[in-house]
């Protein structure tokens, strides 16, 4: 027998994820509070006739109309068994035209036969003709007492709004992934199923919130599998990509490995590329709720716009692996918007500088010295990456070592002073992303850099802001200390592309005092 029919429930207790439903039908049943017509609309397989056979049965026990049926009574059990003759369950899908629903009407005019109350369950009430809906109106509006009506759709957009209006309607929802795979777990230890946890989870997900459909493929699995549920074979089955190589795809993504990416792309060319976006997706989101500090919500909402539209791009062209190809660079660029995310960060941290800082008078070759002490090891991974520079390009290691001077490394942060040459500014700014890159390979793959800024003289507020701007306030030898002005972040090569790309307009604020 079919998981899905074996173990359909026969009690609200037993209705997964429709909790503020059962609650509701409940105390209307406890309060004899109830309606001559319910409306149960929702995904395929969420339990809506489930739930219309369970309400069915609480109407007519002998005990009832109560919550908690008695089972035991005849009325209980010919319901349980699908064979009472007052519960009268009708397919619309099949039986669609006016004179079907005549004969139902003509029907509702005769007392039930062993019942307190004639039900009639109408699956799939929306494929009923125009005339079959408007000749079901005034019975639906006004039955006799002994009667109740329960319809039930996938569907109630294409449902009238006289018949709406004249029903109570409970919206069934997709079942959680969570609740799917414990009933899942509930149900294979009760037929003593040996199974791999993810592999649930797998299956969970292909099942779409549809406990019926999810309980097919269980069935499927289990033959399938030789009555071990794991993973390979549920992914195999299923035509999934094991769980692993999309890890993999992360991996490479953020790593900037692009070799690496193009050989995987190649290699998944056998599976369907939509069936790979959706296991990323699903990736992604799992990474998000376990708080994989690896990815930021940037980068998961640039990742998902990726991702979705590359499935409307599948839809037009068709040619897989090209698709697939591109939106692994497109999602390995989208990487790079941590850079941006870093450049705000140390922007607003230095808007949010107070204007007037006390004094601090030193001499502009040495660091501040209000920072810790610098670590010696730091000062010769900043050497080696002096040196990595020049190997890089003579040029770009000459203009580095001259513009720029180590601070101190601690706490993830490498801090420097940085004053380049009018002649150097231009290479260090298309540099920048091979300097961070070196950068974090020598100090760790975490690294922030942060600059600091030498102390400077500008001699009024206004000035200082339009200075900042270009960047060339005039050094202090010593003195006073102006106002951190913001002239790094503005010379960025990015702050610079965003001023180009915005047309962007300098505007200058000046201080009241
Ligand atoms: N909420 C649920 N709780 C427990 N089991 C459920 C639930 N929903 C569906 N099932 C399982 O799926 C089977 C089919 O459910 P049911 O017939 O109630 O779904 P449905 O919503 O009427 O689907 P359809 O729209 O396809 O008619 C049930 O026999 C049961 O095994
Ligand atoms: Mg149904
Ligand atoms: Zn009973």
């Known amino acids: 027998m079919a998981l899905a029919l074996k173990y359909r429930p026969k009690r609200f207790e037993d209705l997964i994820g429709q909790d503020a439903i059962s609650q509701t039908l409940r105390l209307a049943l406890k309060t004899n509070n109830l309606s001559h017509a319910y409306l149960f609309s929702g995904l395929r397989g969420s339990g809506k006739t489930s739930t219309a056979r369970i309400l069915s049965k609480c109407l007519i026990c002998d005990e009832g109309p109560t919550p908690t049926p008695c089972e035991q009574c005849d009325n209980c059990k010919a319901a349980n068994e699908g064979r009472h003759i ?4 009708m397919d619309a899908a099949s039986n669609r035209k006016i004179d079907d629903i005549r004969e139902l009407i003509e029907q509702t005019k005769y007392k039930p036969s062993s019942a307190r109350y004639k039900i009639f369950i109408i699956d799939e009430v929306h494929m009923l003709t125009k005339e079959a809906f408007n000749a079901l109106l005034k019975t639906l509006e006004e039955p ?3 009667v109740k009506f329960i319809l039930a759709t996938t569907d109630p957009l294409k449902l009238p709004p006289t018949i709406l209006s004249r029903t109570q309607h409970f919206r069934f929802k997709k079942i959680s992934q969570q609740d799917i795979v414990h009933h899942l777990e509930f149900i294979l230890n009760k037929e003593s199923v040996p199974f791999e946890l993810q592999a649930l989870q797998i299956l969970a997900r292909s099942g779409g919130g549809s406990l019926r459909d999810t309980l097919t493929l269980l069935d499927q699995a289990i033959v399938f599998s030789k009555g071990y549920v ?3 074979s549920v992914t195999k089955m299923l035509g999934l990509v094991d769980p692993q190589r999309i890890e993999e795809l992360f991996h490479l993504i953020l790593a900037k490995d692009k070799e690496g990416l193009l050989q995987i792309a190649q290699e998944l060319q056998e ?16 990474q998000l709720f376990l708080k994989n500090p690896k990815f930021s919500t940037l980068l998961y909402e640039r990742f998902f716009k990726i991702l979705s539209d590359a499935k409307s791009l599948l839809f037009f062209s068709g040619d897989d692996a090209f698709v697939l190809t591109l939106t692994l660079l497109k999602l390995l660029e989208a990487t790079k918007v941590k850079e941006i995310e870093e450049l705000i960060a140390q922007f607003e941290e230095q808007i949010s500088t107070p204007p007037m800082q006390p004094p601090a008078p030193k001499p502009i070759s040495k660091p501040p010295q209000s ?3 610098r670590p010696k090891s730091a000062q010769d991974s900043f050497a080696t990456l002096i040196d990595k520079l020049y190997k890089r390009s003579y040029e770009l290691g000459e203009c580095f070592e001259k513009s720029v001077q180590f601070v101190e490394f601690s706490d993830g942060v490498l801090r420097w002073i940085s004053t380049p040459p009018p002649e150097c500014k231009e290479k260090l700014k298309h540099s920048y992303a091979t300097i961070r890159h070196l950068v974090q390979e020598i100090f760790g793959i975490n690294t922030k850099i942060q600059k600091v800024d030498p102390p400077k003289k500008c001699e009024t507020a206004a000035s200082m802001v339009e200075e900042a701007e270009f960047g060339s306030c005039i050094q202090q030898e010593a003195g006073l200390h102006a106002p951190q002005p913001q002239s790094d972040i503005l010379n960025e090569p990015l702050v610079q592309k965003a001023k180009e790309l915005f047309k962007a307009k300098r505007v200058v604020v000046k201080p009241k005092v």
Do not use: F, G, H, R
């Open 144 to 146: 006799p007492e002994y």
């Open 86 to 89: 007052d519960i009268i369950e």
């Open 371 to 373: 920072l810790a002490p």
């Open 230 to 232: 794991d993973v390979q």
């Open 271 to 286: 599976y369907e590329a939509s069936m790979i976006l959706d296991e990323m997706i699903a990736y992604l989101k799992e």
